[in-house]
């Protein structure tokens, strides 16, 4: 799964990654983005500027927010289940990120930061969707998709995030073929990623700031490998 990640990016930079006109909201960087947090998107209908977006999908047909966010969607079911047929084909989303965590449970919630090996920014995979409340405001949404886990994240969780190589943005954003969009939803290569343990800090949802992105003294763990 993903339930948390971050994006310590100043603008500009998201901007000229993205290669993007702007924002359309003042943007804030995130070392510990959340779910129901406002945080930036890239959509297939605005694909030139970022957008704050609620972390937690809120489908167009909801009768209202439930009280779990709907933060991910399984790549394998997502062309199965009625309900998400429409939102993955006509509404699809980059969401840029530099990292995400996952934790180790052995008595003490451990987290792991997971990021690139050149330290980049990069894209989650995104559905998005808008709803409309009882007063008319509306509120858009998102969730990301999840794959199984590649070797380097398997050892802490068998989910994480599908992560679009730069080279498909434009492919996830616009592509309508059904067969060429699933085989997008893949496990990002072990070798072009890292992980290493953060405070855990990070473990609170209100925390934020880069000291929690500070890399800890790795622990054996697992049959002798350090993390």
């Not at 993903?2 to 943007?27: H, I, K, V």
């Not at 070797?151 to 992560?163: A, N, S």
């Not at 473990?203 to 890399?215: H, M």
């Amino acid at each position: 799964m993903c339930g948390r990640f971050s994006l310590t990016s100043d603008e500009q930079q998201l901007n000229m990654f993205f290669e993007l006109s702007g924002g359309t909201a003042p943007y804030v960087p995130r070392y510990n983005g959340a779910p129901t947090q406002m945080l930036p998107v890239i959509t297939n209908m605005n694909p030139k500027q970022w957008q704050p977006y609620r972390w937690g999908l809120i489908p167009s047909w909801s009768k209202e927010i439930g009280r779990v966010p709907l933060i991910n969607a399984r790549s394998e079911t997502i062309h199965q289940k009625a309900s998400f047929k429409y939102i993955l084909k006509e509404k699809r989303c980059l969401v840029p990120a530099d990292g995400f965590y996952e934790w180790v449970h052995t008595g003490r919630k451990l987290p792991f930061r997971f990021i690139l090996k050149d330290e980049s920014l990069f894209a989650f995979a995104g559905l998005w969707d808008y709803w409309k409340k009882p007063d008319g405001e509306i509120v858009h949404s998102f969730a990301i998709i999840t794959t199984e886990a590649n070797e380097l994240m398997e050892p802490v969780h068998d989910r994480m995030p599908v992560i679009l190589e730069k080279q498909n943005f434009n492919d996830w954003l616009f592509e309508k073929n059904d067969e060429r969009i699933h085989k997008l939803l893949k496990p990002f290569p072990s070798d072009k990623m890292k992980k290493y343990r953060v405070p855990e800090a990070v473990n609170k949802v209100s925390a934020e700031g880069a000291e929690l992105i500070i890399a800890c003294e790795p622990l054996d763990l697992f049959n002798g490998e350090l993390f």
